[in-house]
């Protein structure tokens, strides 16, 4: 075996630790960058459109005095680059701690589902919103003064980047599709986000116990054959899926209905209404014929 064989996975410092599993939603912030403002921050994420493990949003933000030293630091669309060259990059993100900053915002694969089924739903797009709006929040409350702000479409580019100027007044935003390419900050922001949604799922620790669900994953995405296989070979009938699945995506949902055991749910009302049903039906068995004619219900009626 060589030595680049036996080398350990790098530490992600925003992945859960070892043996821990990824149950709820959690945010992480890198050291606070120390030199003066005001500051340029970007915002993209990793993850909208599989069906398994979390949606993670990411910024990064450094003065806007560092802009040139920025531009030669070689970030860019992470979906561009190669997993080395992101690790490599999220080294470079915390390696100027001085004027460098970035935080994710982890969204649990069962927090999502949990939006986007309980009624009214929060749908993935008021989700990825809000932990936009937290991660900037607490970069703010944190004491960075932020002038810029650049986001990764998500949406009618108008609307949100109205939304956002009215909830943060006196920052300036700029809201566009394929941000992550135009602007080396959002580069860095996806940079994060994406290097922590894989060692999330690289490092992904089931809840569960069965040995099936440790298979390859492959890239998650409901059209890949792969994924699509995992899926089916993991359903279990009755209990359904793991936790790195997202129940609310349709591919899911038809798979359950298709392979699933159908199952009869009574809330606390209806089990009540039920039982006294019941408890009516065995009182009425034995009172005698007369009594049910004339209506006796006890015998103080007479």
């Not at 806007?64 to 531009?71: F, G, I």
């Not at 630091?73 to 993100?93: I, V, Y």
């Not at 068995?285 to 103080?300: F, P, Q």
Request: glycine share 8%; net charge negative; proline share 7%.
């Amino acid at each position: 075996m060589s030595d680049s064989d036996s080398a350990p996975a790098p530490v992600i410092p925003s992945a859960p630790g070892p043996s821990t599993p990824l149950i709820a939603s959690y945010t992480y912030h890198s050291a606070l960058p120390t030199a003066s403002g005001p500051y340029m921050l970007g915002v993209d994420e990793a993850g909208r459109g599989p069906v398994l493990g979390p949606l993670v949003y990411g910024v990064a933000y450094c003065p806007v005095s560092y802009t040139d030293d920025l531009e030669n630091l070689g970030f860019a669309d992470s979906k561009t680059l190669t997993a080395e060259t992101r690790s490599s990059l999220l080294d470079t993100l915390s390696s100027d701690p001085a004027n460098l900053g970035w935080s994710v915002r982890v969204i649990s694969p069962k927090a999502i589902s949990d939006g986007m089924l309980r009624r009214p739903p929060t749908n993935l797009n008021a989700q990825s919103r809000d932990a936009t709006f937290l991660l900037i929040q607490e970069v703010l409350d944190k004491g960075i003064e932020l002038s810029e702000v650049f986001v990764d479409a998500l949406g009618t580019t108008t609307t949100y980047q109205a939304e956002l100027s009215s909830r943060f007044p006196g920052i300036n935003f700029t809201v566009e599709s394929k941000a992550d390419d135009k602007f080396k900050i959002v580069g860095a922001a996806s940079v994060a986000a994406k290097v922590t949604r894989d060692a999330c799922i690289e490092g992904w620790v089931f809840e569960e116990t069965s040995g099936k669900w440790e298979a390859e994953l492959a890239s998650g995405y409901p059209s890949d054959p792969k994924t699509k296989a995992w899926l089916r070979e993991s359903l279990e009938p009755v209990f359904g899926f793991p936790g790195i699945v997202r129940f609310s995506w349709s591919t899911v949902k038809v798979l359950l209905e298709k392979e699933g055991k159908a199952v009869n749910w009574i809330d606390d009302g209806q089990a009540s209404l039920i039982a006294a049903f019941e408890n009516a039906k065995g009182r009425e068995k034995d009172r005698c014929a007369v009594a049910k004619d004339l209506g006796l219900k006890s015998v103080a009626i007479l």
